[in-house]
């Protein structure tokens, strides 16, 4: 198993030096991850795992063994092995009296001695030991054996005088280390003239008691010649009677202290078992510990004291101990299944759910918990998903606000659930859910990610689903009958709900998800779904928003209040703002909902489908205008009598003296209608390129050819109204009073029918001007156009012929009239009148005279009417 760990470094100690059983804190690095990732710990060479307490990766609390000397302090952790140590412990013996406790065992062999040598009886000087052998006095500066500079000097030697391995060198640093060189001198005089005497001691001791000696060997002989004399005489020998003396007194003792004697097996036997109890308290305390833990919920400390349990126990031969861990054992298998269980129980935090598996895997549960638990969520959110839609239908909320909800309610649901799932798959694949547990994935499992990331593309495939079946039904027509019945079947919304008014709101939940989605990487596959509905959405949306302006601008004809725009001289009413408006709010709505695109979405443009329709919109959206003024213009009475605010007042005054006729509302609206082709639609199309939109040039093109022919028809509707009256009223004043060319005496000047023809000139020309004056030459130039073609036909019509004075006359009046109107004439009715004038004899000798003073005449006396049409013949 390859370790990314550094090994475990000890650092520090405290105390640095003791006997045997000191408490001793440990300070380092990597001192393992937890309580079961420390394997090891040993104190010069001493294993003092057993008492150790594991705090932090950084300390470790312990007690000392039986050690002696100076050595390292090394710990060992599962995850990364054996480690090192930059400083050293110290032990030293120290003298533990009979009755005193000890946390180790103590060599009791020279108190034995002690109470041998308090008898008071000779022995033998070969036995003695002298403390003192040099015979010198203690100068305070003794060490001991235990001194860590000794130990280096002599590691394979003692300064005790009845050790085999003695070195006199050491015995001296260890006693007399302040000694004079003097006083060693006389030391060894000292230990010379002990030793000679020592040597000479058995014989005086053989000497001095030679008497006991003698009477020792008296009575083992007396004793032998008993023994003897007893064997022959067949009496019972004086050993057997011994024995069967002591063997009475020990059945006597054995009645007299036999209760004592059960007394103190019972309490030995006590004290062991409690011994026992006090030294492996934390096996027979672990049970009840792990159910009280287990209720708290610390679920940490219960792995951490089974993990130490079972390296110390799980392979022991006590059978007490195999009891007591057997149920441990059981507990631990029904925290299993809790753990199991919890895990199951979702929603849940991603971090809950990485510690209930960790545990489970420090508990060894068997299997792959993290595998079963993404699959659970998984097959759990696909459940979530569908309860949604299921509450949403049975419920019969199927209008447009409940839809909205129903996409709010999806949205929460897989922004809330779907990155935590994600992120634990991820860990899963990383093999970060073991790091903590003290190991890892060998190798991520490659099939296993690659089946993650279909349930991820499977949930996200359900969740756009579901929201194709409740807004775009219509994109989901190639599945299987039964899969589209299973995501929900929603009733059709009125065809008055063009859905402008919530698709917005709905598309910005989307794209704000499918950002969310793009920030935290999740995988292509899974958000490949939500893009493209969010994509059909957006496209819908845009649909929907045009439609709905279309019809806001159709319905337009209803705010026209016919009141002119007093800052304009156009003629123009507030129609064409509002027309503006409209358009402008949806071309702002679409780009701030549809149009820009951000990071992981498509530029909705690039999509063919959408240029085609974006462009068929744009027109329709446009043309839209020019359908409002033709509902305008071509309305008959009636209707324009039962619209509201149809009828308006011009100069904003409210009297019924001003009110509108249809031939005024006609210039009004062919005002709005060049004034939208002029200006509106190029600054429109201007935006239309600056927010990316395609085609724009065809649009125009589109749209122009559409207000042109508007315009055409609402011109020809209004010059054919006004031009009928005054052509019609030609006929009737020329031969008003049975005028006849052929019988005419003397030329009459100007006649009426001529100056009435000009006062209806000047009618139309009054009217148009008060509206819009840029239309004057326009209108008055066909006017006159037909004017002339009429005053043509009349003449072609003269079959009686001319007299000389009604040639003059004829000439007369068709040269007023000519003059008067030579500012609106075009080539037509020039052509018109020169044609009629063809038709006229000419005039000779006093005749042009007479020509000339009636049309000075005619201009004097008509000088003022006359002048309405000076100086505006360029208006056209």
Known sequence: MKRNREPPKVTGLSPKEGPPGTKVTIRGENLGINARDLIGLTICGVNCLLSSEWISPSKIICRTGPVKGKGDVIVQTKSAGIGTSTVTFTGFFVQVGPLQESAIWIDEGHVADSRLSSVHRPSSPTLSEDDNPLGLADDGTRLTSADGEIAELFPEGSGDIAAKDFIPARFLLENHQGTSFEDLKAGLSYLKKTSAQRSEGPLAFMKENVSAFMDCQESLTAMHSRLVEDDVLGSPSICQTLQDNLEECNKNAGVLFEDVLNRKDKADSTRNALNVLHRFKFLFNLPINMERNIKKGDYEIVVNDYGRAKSLFSNTEVQVFKKVFTEVESRVAKLRNQLKEQLKDLPATLEDQKKIIRYLVDLESGGDPAWDCIKHQQQWLMNLLTQCKDEYIQGDKLTSPHRVAFLEDLVDIIQERLPEFWKLGQAYCTGELYADSGMKMAQTDTKKTEVFRKMMCDVAKHFAYLLRAAFLPQTLVKLPEIPRKKLGIWKLESTQDSGSAWLPHCVRIMRTLLSIFTNIDMPSDAVQHIQAFTLAMRSHCMTSLFQQASEDIKALHRRENWCLQVDENNGITTLPLLFENIVMETIQLLKEVVVEWKAGEANIFRDPGVQKSTGRLSIDMLKSFATCLEQLTFKTDVEADSQENLYGYIDNTNTTENLLTMEQRLIIVLANCNYVANQVIPRLREHFEKNGYPDTKRVETVVQAAFSELDDKLFDAYTEQKSDPVVGLLEQGLYAGYFDWKTLQRPMGVRPY???????????????????????????????????????????????????????????????????????????????????????????????????EELNNFKSNMRLQLLCFQGDGSGE
């Open 754 to 852: 001529i100056k009435e023809a000009i006062m209806n000139l000047i009618s139309i020309h009054a009217e148009v001007y008060a509206i819009s004056p840029m239309f004057i030459g326009r209108i008055m130039t066909k006017i006159v156009e037909a004017l002339a073609e009429e005053i043509c036909r009349l003449m072609s019509c003269v079959t009686t012929g001319f007299s000389s004075a009604g040639a003059l006359q004829a000439r007369i009046e068709l040269q007023a009239l000519k003059q008067a109107v030579m500012n609106y004439s075009n080539a037509a009715s020039n052509s018109s009148f020169e044609e009629a004038l063809k038709l006229i004899p000419q005039v000779n000798g006093s005749n042009k005279k007479i020509l000339e």
